[in-house]
């Protein structure tokens, strides 16, 4: 039996994390995968990504470099980018009924830094989970596995008895060499319907 359930914040939490930055790069002009191809397949784009991710950079720094990056305005820039992300409400509701079950719940966020935008603005995380992990707080990020470690800690959890959600597979493996069982979010009802099986909600 599971006993801690681990989930990522962008894209699980939320609705469409890559969705709402290609929906970003449509407005300004820039194309659909503008935005992912500056954090994925440039040296500079990645190397930004890491660095306000563990805290190293500011988020105010971190948008003036994403900004020259797409050749945009700085000004506000990750709202702007974000703007489209929602609450998930059927991932909320699960993550309610795992806890009137007895199932420990964590969020693992790698942040965009803490700042003027604040991306978990109105969600209650505190109030919602047991244990909230943001990667610029901790100095740690996935998917280095010691923030894995640390957010099991916290939940007094063994990492075999956690369930780790990312809609990023890369995100997974050094989850699951801990022990924990990962599950690429790809598509809302596959991955509602996995976790109640996973935790046995059905």
Same mark, same amino acid.
């Given at each position: ?84 992300? %929602?609450?998930?409400?059927? @991932?909320?509701?699960?993550?309610? #009924?795992? *806890?009137?079950? =007895?199932?420990?719940?964590?969020? /693992? ?18 109030? %919602?989970?047991?244990?909230? @992990?943001?990667?610029?707080?901790? #100095?740690? *990020?996935?998917? =280095?596995?010691?923030?894995?470690? /640390? ?52």
């Amino acid at each position: 039996m599971y006993r801690g359930l681990i989930l990522d914040f962008g894209g699980v939490i939320t609705t469409d994390f890559y969705g709402a930055l290609r929906a970003f790069g449509i407005r300004e002009g820039l194309g659909a995968g503008a935005v992912e191809h500056v954090l994925r397949e440039t040296e500079e784009g990645r190397a930004a990504l890491a660095a306000v991710e563990d805290g190293q950079l500011s988020q105010h720094e971190y948008e003036i470099v994403l900004a020259r990056l797409l050749g945009v305005d700085a000004d506000g820039l990750l709202g702007r980018a974000l703007a489209d992300l %929602r609450p998930c409400q059927p @991932v909320l509701d699960l993550v309610a #009924r795992a *806890r009137s079950a =007895g199932i420990a719940t964590a969020v /693992l966020s790698n942040s965009w830094g803490t700042g003027v935008y604040d991306p978990y603005a109105g969600y209650d995380l505190e109030g %919602r989970f047991d244990a909230v @992990v943001i990667s610029d707080q901790v #100095r740690l *990020r996935k998917p =280095g596995e010691q923030i894995y470690q /640390l957010t099991a800690d916290k939940l007094g959890v063994p990492p075999s008895a956690c369930v780790f959600v990312d809609d990023t597979a890369h995100n997974l493996p050094p989850a699951e060499r801990l022990g924990m069982v990962g599950v690429l979010f790809s598509d809302v009802d596959s991955g509602i319907a996995r976790l109640e099986e996973l935790l046995r909600l059905g």
